[in-house]
């Protein structure tokens, strides 16, 4: 099945769109089950969007519900309503609860008009006025086939939780011979559809096979979920023309893979729908935290980015290295485009001038200066002959050369803020005339980060936490030690770890922004245990401080 833009405009739109209930009582009750729970997302001061998904038994036409929002478990609504899960959207269903009370606790529950109740899923309006603190669950990449979701259980475990922050790669699009297969193949999790992801009925499948998770459907019953994607949600390593892992000759024009991704995301992640008039890339948008924080959602892949730079084979040979650096310095390269900037500099200037003490990016990719590690120097020559011996087949080539290029001064990550140095500096001017020192939350690169973010003059500008993978592989699963390799060769990195599986829970107070990098024992097995293994403070005009 194939989908123009079109078409998934008026499929998302009229009566599909977000809590219409068209269709609702246009034909008998139709039964259906919860199969993939509930989860509620972009919360507001006075309510959130609340999501579900009714599979119709033996019917595949529109399944009307009932909603109920309470203030306990179990208690009487406080405000219910009528919506459809409609055919056109996969027979999932999304409606916005409102007139509800700021800063505090509701629980919430769907069921069909044959009396099957939904699981009861809970989140927390925003606070307004004096906020004592926050706490924000940060996650990102979650490869299905490479692992169990762990972290999402301990997540739901958590006591004190206002919002998960979803900073994308939700799902990935590779097949049952692609990426995390080996992994997949042994915890019987590989992925559904088994090919690579392209058509509208693709993406929905690989949706609904996350959403089918009990430790997803754990963390979504917990709380709100702000969410953005990355690029795995379309394809790899994706721009605003095109991606690396998308072939147009036999994967089809762009822009049609590009639509079907996106109505599937609209479809089934608890975020609103698109403002009519908007392109549906712009989902950068604002949360605030009653005086204490406003959290910026930017979006860095679909909506303004320029093509990577690349090399011409999988690492670069010498004979390329000064036309991918002085590509990489043009200043017409974008990763946010003008027009999010503008919106974003304005926002971090209200913040600012409402006295707010914290400024959050919710970006996808890391944005500190890493240059790559040289392992023979770290490892010493004998250890790093030993180590290149002992790599798989299909790596024992690419390291040695990527290690050379770095040393030529190709940076670790083209495809993060590193590939676009003129526009991060743009950013940081941003930052500048906002008169604020943002703290940066970063996701993409399958480790975790405590980052002091300098400009081109040398000046702190802002911080930057990255959060690990929830399950997708990391450098640190092929080189040992990577991590405090990167960090010795940085400046600006005080912490990495590129081996841990987790989330960073981030708690905000008045005085500091704490971050305490979450791990798990294990990814492919139960029962597991949870720690920090790592806590840093920023606070303001000061770098960061590690705690613990």
């Known amino acids: 099945m194939t989908i123009s833009r079109r078409q998934a405009i008026a499929a998302l739109g009229s009566g599909a769109a977000l809590g219409l209930p068209t269709g609702v009582g246009a034909r008998a009750p139709a039964p259906a089950r919860f199969l993939h729970g509930v989860a509620s997302g972009d919360p507001a001061a006075d309510g959130a969007v609340l999501w579900t998904r009714a599979t119709p038994i033996g019917d595949a036409g529109d399944v009307p519900l009932r909603w109920q929002v309470s203030t306990a478990p179990d208690g009487a609504p406080v405000r219910e309503g009528r919506v459809a899960a409609r055919a056109a959207r996969d027979h999932t269903a999304k409606v916005e609860a409102t007139g509800l009370q700021p800063g505090r ?33 940060v996650v990102s990449c979650q490869l299905y086939p490479g692992g169990l979701f ?93 991606a690396e892992n998308h072939q147009p000759e036999a994967e089809g024009d762009w822009p049609t893979r590009k639509a079907a991704a996106m109505q599937a995301y609209f479809e089934w992640m608890p975020i609103r729908d698109p403002k009519p008039g908007r392109p549906w890339e712009a989902i950068n948008r604002q949360f605030d935290f009653g005086d204490l924080a406003t959290l910026l959602m930017v979006e860095t892949r679909l909506l303004g980015r320029s093509k990577q730079v690349a090399a ?78 002992k790599l798989p087949l299909a790596y024992a080539a690419r390291i040695p050369a990527a290690v050379a290029g770095y040393k030529a001064g190709i940076p670790f990550n083209m495809d993060s803020w590193d590939g676009y140095p003129p526009a991060r500096e743009r950013l940081y001017a941003s930052f500048r005339r906002a008169g604020v020192r943002p703290i940066v939350l970063s996701g993409d690169s399958h480790a975790a980060w405590a980052n002091d973010l ?76 949870t720690a920090t293994v790592a806590r840093y403070a920023s606070r303001p005009a000061r770098p960061l401080e590690r705690l613990a």
């Open 454 to 529: 300098h400009d081109a003059r040398g000046t702190l500008v802002a911080a930057e936490f990255g959060t690990t993978a929830i399950t997708s592989p990391s450098y640190g699963d092929l080189i040992p030690g990577i991590g405090p390799m990167i960090a010795d060769a940085n400046p600006e990195v005080r912490f990495c770890d590129q081996k841990g599986k987790g989330f960073l829970l981030l708690t905000l107070t008045p005085g500091a922004a704490v971050a305490d990098f979450r791990t798990v024992s294990t990814i492919t097995a139960k029962p597991f245990t």
């Open 312 to 389: 011409k084979g999988e690492t670069p040979e010498p004979s390329e290295y000064a036309a991918l650096l002085a590509e990489r310095a043009d200043p017409k390269r974008e990763l946010l485009g003008a027009d999010q900037q503008r919106w974003l500099e304005g926002a971090l200037r209200r913040s600012k001038r409402q006295g707010k003490p914290w400024q959050l990016l919710g970006n996808q990719v890391v944005m500190a200066r890493v240059a790559g590690p040289d392992l023979e120097r770290s490892m010493g020559p004998d250890r790093y002959a030993a180590f290149v011996a």
């Open 105 to 137: 606790e509701y629980w919430f529950r769907f069921e069909t008009e044959a009396g099957e109740r939904s699981p009861t899923g809970r989140f927390r309006t925003l606070p307004v006025g004096a906020t004592a603190d926050v706490a924000l669950a």
């Open 150 to 242: 762990n972290a999402y259980q301990a997540i739901a475990e958590l006591d004190r939780l206002d919002a998960v922050v979803h900073l994308g790669d939700y799902i990935y699009e590779y097949g049952a011979t692609g990426y995390g297969a080996q992994i997949g193949r042994r915890l019987g999790r590989l992925p559904e559809p088994a090919h690579e992801i392209v058509t509208l009925a693709d993406y929905r499948a690989r949706h609904a096979q996350t959403k089918r998770d009990p430790d997803m459907q754990a963390a979504h019953a917990r709380a709100a979920f702000i969410c953005v994607w990355d690029d795995h949600e379309v394809t790899n390593d994706s721009w605003i023309g095109g």
